[in-house]
């Protein structure tokens, strides 16, 4: 079973419902918790009101960044105000985005993990308003116009089958997503309706939280990119150097890295260097991982040896990434309108190379941050 249908009400926090439920039902049946969108939506790192809406790379940013979840009895949805202080219930360690209607991927993301995160355009306010594109008697949905999506949900199901008569438009063949909304048990059958796999947007952005951890998996996270995957920086082309610097707080034993696969079957090395003084510290990495992974998203590597760091010791953390087909394959983090208009760059020390040789400052010269993180445990 999906966790319980909720209702966001007036505020544009879709983003926030559909990812946290997705979440909910990842963990499910395992463990059933109820977490906070309004933590989510009020305690990031992004200059938006809930009424504002947002987006799913807004609730990778604030997850990845470890600013919750928090529990909904901490922070209640809708009283307009959040406690300070909250911590995390949970560490998201990877999260995979499926791309461009691969509609056997999100079968079988739901079938694995449970709920997917994706968008829609909706004409609908909240459920409250007909559209030529809901048929209320068949609780069915199908858009074929040119809006962009403004609206997330989560696919709990599909129907191969589902009668292409139930729209209210021609569709080609049968088949629809079965997907719960946040907008109350009023809204579709008790919250959930069927989506045509012919409607334009359904399935092009798919967010699935797959590596949901216990707090205790990590002593510090190292990180210089609150607001996450902004924009993309290369060299026009597939592969890139990236490195971020940070001063150790503890004696403590660097044990993962993690980073944005900005597209499919990206490719990876990670090298660690210690004593960072300058760019040409960076001759000096030494590689601690190598893989690849078949989805975009974020993704944690472990180390394959924990690497000792003392207290005030300058350290970086190295990223050659390689996506077929990019020209910018790192993900930055910069101001770029509302949404990151007060993006903080004073946070980070980054580096970017085309061949791992010459490097640029990412904030002086690039002015970003990249989304490069490093995760340590405290040494005894």
């Given amino acids: 079973r999906p966790p319980a249908v909720k209702d966001q009400g007036g505020f544009g926090t879709c983003w926030a419902f559909a990812a946290l439920s997705a979440m909910e039902s990842v963990l499910m049946p395992e463990e059933t918790m109820e977490l906070s969108p309004d933590h989510m939506s009020l305690r990031n790192s992004f200059f938006l009101e809930q009424a504002d809406g947002g987006n799913y790379t807004m609730g990778m940013a604030y997850l990845t960044a470890w600013q919750g979840p928090g529990?909904?009895?901490?922070?209640?949805?809708?009283?307009?105000?959040?406690?300070?202080?909250?911590?995390?219930?949970?560490?998201?360690?990877?999260?995979?985005?499926?791309?461009l209607k691969d509609y056997e991927k999100i079968k079988e993301a739901?079938?694995?993990y449970g709920g997917v995160q994706t968008s829609i355009y909706s004409s609908l306010g909240n459920g409250r308003m007909d559209t030529d594109y809901y048929n209320s008697a068949t609780?069915?949905?199908?858009?074929?116009?040119?809006?962009?999506?403004?609206?997330?949900?989560?696919?709990?199901g599909w129907d191969d089958n589902y009668p292409r008569d139930n729209f209210n438009m021609e569709v080609e063949r049968n088949g629809a997503f079965l997907c719960q909304n946040s907008w109350g048990d009023e809204f579709g059958d008790e919250g959930v309706f069927y989506v045509s796999y012919y409607d334009v947007n359904i399935g092009n952005h798919n967010v699935v939280y797959t590596g949901i951890e216990e707090t205790d998996n990590y002593d510090r996270i190292y990180q210089s990119d609150l607001c996450g995957w902004v924009g993309q920086l290369g060299y026009n082309k597939d592969s890139v150097f990236g490195a971020n610097v940070y001063t150790a707080q503890s004696q403590e034993l660097l044990k993962a890295a993690g980073f944005y696969a900005t597209g499919?079957?990206?490719?990876?090395?990670?090298?660690?260097?210690?004593?960072?003084?300058?760019?040409?510290?960076?001759?000096?990495?030494?590689?601690?991982?190598s893989g690849s992974v078949t989805n975009a998203g974020y993704y944690t590597i472990p180390f394959e040896k924990d690497i000792a760091v003392e207290e005030g010791e300058k350290y970086a953390v190295v990223l050659y990434v390689t996506t077929p087909g990019s020209v910018h394959p790192m993900a930055v983090e910069y101001a770029a309108g509302e949404f990151t208009a007060g993006a903080d760059l004073t946070d980070g020390e980054g580096y970017i190379s085309a061949y791992g040789e010459n490097?640029?400052?990412?904030?002086?010269?690039?002015?970003?941050?990249?989304?490069?993180?490093?995760?340590?445990?405290l040494q005894d």
């Fill in 139 to 156: 609780n069915s949905y199908c858009y074929q116009g040119t809006a962009k999506p403004n609206h997330d949900v989560m696919i709990i």
């Fill in 359 to 377: 490097w640029d400052s990412a904030e002086n010269d690039q002015k970003c941050n990249l989304c490069l993180k490093a995760y340590s445990v």
């Fill in 71 to 99: 529990f909904e009895s901490e922070d209640p949805y809708g009283d307009g105000k959040s406690p300070e202080g909250l911590t995390s219930r949970k560490h998201v360690q990877e999260i995979q985005i499926i791309e």
């Fill in 264 to 289: 499919k079957e990206t490719s990876y090395e990670l090298f660690v260097v210690k004593n960072f003084e300058n760019t040409d510290s960076l001759k000096e990495r030494v590689k601690v991982a």
């Fill in 110 to 112: 739901v079938f694995k």
